[in-house]
């Protein structure tokens, strides 16, 4: 093992695409203001000093092209890691990504394939309005051929992104931004916690890898389960420590593919489950969650599976933190499935 | 076979009296002293999220929109839009308090900076997706058009936002149905930190509708009189039902792209140099001169708009947040 230092979630990425690309020439960074400037939030920062303007080089504002030339790339051997630069703009490559990235390896019988990894920060909390704050999971999960991945810590997110890389399918890999600098417990008014704080912040300089589809468990707990990812593993860590209830928090890492059996063999104990999202309620990943614990442990629940989510609305201006799904709507998800 | 075809003539720079000189240069001075003080409220903390000012562009909002009628063009933007509303006369106390996020802000604090809208004006927004507006605009020339009310369109976009798939197929369907719209890139030279040549393989961005037939004019939009003169063209070939007009304005923005940006990409001096040498306020002031209006007149004047721009902020700063139900408002038609 290499030596450890402590990252925040910004420097933990870029270590691992740093890593991989030292490893595989083939691996090409392309998106807007990545090279030059280093990103928008600096996550590729010095990869193009260090690799050159072949391999690490902006975009024009393209995304529909970043990602179709990324998928072109990659069907001939390539292996892309385009950034969008938040995902509220991700919708103009959505045809690329569905109709393209998603469905190259089904139409060619699994002669093409396109093991792009779409990086994108994504999600609330910062005052982003409506296009610098969605949560979109969904729309890709929905989509077969795709693997989404979300971290939660600097340490899984360096591990999940070299296998995301690595990996020889299309993989959108979404950056609660949110807590790139440092976790947060969804309680806005409090100072931030720097990342520094919190032994996940631990990350390894060399190559490791945590697989896709292996989800973590946060805490072990007995009463309840907790199933979150990204912001709100740590808003729910927040809740449990603050109300003290003996939860089991399971943070899912990758969405697709999902780890059910970590997830069923919780909910068999605790009887009880809570999913947590920003993203919208209706269609959001939760339902998926929802009706999978359902038909697995239907006879195991003690009380109805409990979503706790952003409203359906788009992400506000203002009143941001009463859309935001934080601690006291959580709270009172736990205390309803704890009643029952 | 392009010399063949009929184009818009040679703009020619406006001559505009000393009222009207003077009108433009009290918007554009208005404009900057409201971007002012909203990057000493974002600093205080009073606005928040995203917010692009439109300081060292004013020249263009302000020559564009003089040649527009207000109540019967329609304007769209991006998100550095408060310039242009400003230039159309919207009461700059809305716009602040929209900043804000406070309800009696244009669009009830549910927009924000980027997203400001009024109907009364025919201002179609401010919006934060980059080249969206642009094929928005198209359409709402195809409704000036097909209700034959005589409108036309002005579509405003950046030179990053001029890369976006959607604005050349905007292009080429306003030129196949001969639409009332003017294409507007405002080339600033910088899309966030990413330089015109860094981007553009061809950096002449007034020739991005050559293939569709769309005809292009470059304009200095640093000179107010010169930006205007422009448009006066423009105006008058899609007015007449001759199709779109793209002009491209080359101007610069002095901060950062947003209130985030240190601005790393580009040198101070740079910056310095363009304030010194083309500062389009500095430079309609010198003209307002020789014209015979004196410095005293001009202070007035300043004293004048910073007093408005003060009530403004005060005005941002006491308006009440939105209520919470305003969450659930004006998802759909209906309440759900
Ligand atoms: C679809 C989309 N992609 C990316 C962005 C992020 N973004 C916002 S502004 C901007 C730069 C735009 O530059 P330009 O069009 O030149 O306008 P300027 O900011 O200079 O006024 C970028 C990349 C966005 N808002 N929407
Ligand atoms: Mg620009």
């Avoid at chain 1, 009887?271 to 990943?285: D, L, M, W």
């Avoid at chain 1, 409990?306 to 788009?314: K, L």
């Avoid at chain 2, 809208?117 to 980059?130: A, L, M, N, R």
């Avoid at chain 2, 002005?154 to 196949?176: C, H, I, K, R, T």
């Amino acid at each position: 093992m290499s030596d450890t230092r402590t990252m925040n979630m910004i420097q933990a990425i870029n270590s691992a695409i740093d890593v991989c690309m030292g490893r595989d020439p083939d691996i090409i960074v392309t998106g807007e203001d990545v090279g030059y400037f280093g990103g928008v939030f600096k996550a590729t920062e010095g990869l193009q000093r260090k690799y050159g303007k072949t391999r690490v080089f902006d975009t024009p504002i393209t995304e529909c092209g970043i990602i179709g030339v990324a998928v072109g790339m990659a069907a001939y051997g390539l292996r892309p890691v385009p950034e969008i630069q938040f995902a509220d703009y991700i919708y103009p490559a959505l045809d690329q990504i569905v109709s393209e990235a998603a469905r190259l390896r089904y139409r060619s019988a699994g002669e093409f394939t396109a093991p792009i990894t779409v990086r994108s920060p994504f999600g609330g909390g910062i005052f982003g309005g409506q296009t610098h704050s969605q949560s979109p999971e969904g729309i890709f999960t929905h989509v077969a051929g795709l693997k989404t991945v979300i971290p939660s810590t600097p340490y899984d997110a360096k591990g999940l992104l070299i296998s995301a890389i690595e990996d020889n399918d299309p993989v959108i890999f979404f950056e609660p931004k949110r807590i790139y600098n440092g976790p947060f417990d969804g309680h806005y008014d409090r100072p931030v916690t720097p990342w520094a704080k919190h032994p996940a912040s631990a990350v390894p300089e060399g190559h490791y890898r945590i697989p896709l589809g292996k989800a973590s468990v946060v805490r072990a707990g007995e009463a309840v389960t907790i199933l979150a990812y990204g912001t709100m593993v740590h808003v729910a860590a927040g809740v449990i420590a603050d109300t003290g209830v003996d939860a089991e928090l399971i943070d899912l890492r990758t969405l697709v593919p999902l780890d059910i059996e970590t997830i069923v063999a919780s909910v068999e104990k605790t009887g009880r489950c809570i999913v947590v999202h920003e993203a919208t309620k209706t269609s959001g990943f939760g339902a998926e969650l929802s009706a999978l614990v359902q038909e697995h442990c239907f006879h195991s629940l003690e009380a109805p599976v409990q979503r706790v989510t952003g409203w359906d609305t788009p992400y506000p201006h203002s009143l941001e933190w009463a859309y935001f799904p934080g601690p006291v709507r959580l709270g009172e998800a736990i205390k309803r499935v704890m009643e029952e | 076979m392009i010399a063949n075809r009929e184009r818009p003539g040679e703009p020619v720079r406006h001559v505009a009296s000393k009222e009207e000189l003077l009108e433009f240069y009290r918007q554009m001075l208005l404009i900057r002293r409201f971007e002012e003080k909203a990057g000493q409220l974002y600093g205080l903390g009073l606005i928040g999220g995203f917010c692009h000012l439109y300081i060292g562009q004013e020249a263009v909002a302000v020559g564009i929109q003089s040649a527009l009628e207000v109540g019967k063009d329609s304007v769209i933007t991006g998100y550095r839009d408060h310039g242009h509303m400003l230039a159309y006369g919207i009461d700059p106390k809305l716009i602040m308090a929209e900043l804000t996020g406070r309800v009696a802000g244009i669009s009830r604090g549910k927009g924000g900076s980027m997203h400001m809208f009024s109907v009364e004006h025919g201002f179609y927004g401010g919006h934060g997706i980059v080249g969206a507006q642009v094929s928005l605009g198209t359409g709402l020339a195809f409704a000036h058009k097909y209700k034959g009310d005589g409108g036309i369109n002005v579509a405003y976009f950046g030179d990053g936002a001029a890369n976006q798939g959607q604005v050349s197929e905007s292009m080429n369907m306003a030129e196949l149905w001969k639409l009332p719209i003017i294409f507007v890139i405002e080339n600033n030279q910088y899309a966030m930190g990413t330089s015109v040549n860094r981007s553009s393989s061809e950096d002449q961005l007034f020739r991005r509708g050559e293939s569709f037939r769309v005809p292009g004019i470059q304009v200095d939009g640093m000179d107010v009189l010169a930006v205007r003169g422009a448009t006066n063209t423009a105006v008058e070939w899609v007015r007449a039902g001759k199709g779109p007009v793209l002009l491209e304005l080359k101007t610069y923005r002095y901060r950062g792209h947003s209130m985030s940006d240190p601005a790393k990409y580009r040198s101070r001096d740079e910056v310095q140099a363009v304030r010194e040498k083309s500062d389009p306020i500095e430079a309609a002031k010198r003209e307002l001169d020789a014209l015979g209006v004196g410095e005293d007149e001009l202070k007035a004047l300043d004293k004048e708009i910073r007093k408005i721009v003060a009530e403004a902020a005060d005005f941002a700063e006491e308006s009440p947040e939105p209520e919470l139900s305003d969450l659930h408002t004006d998802v759909l038609v209906g309440q759900y």
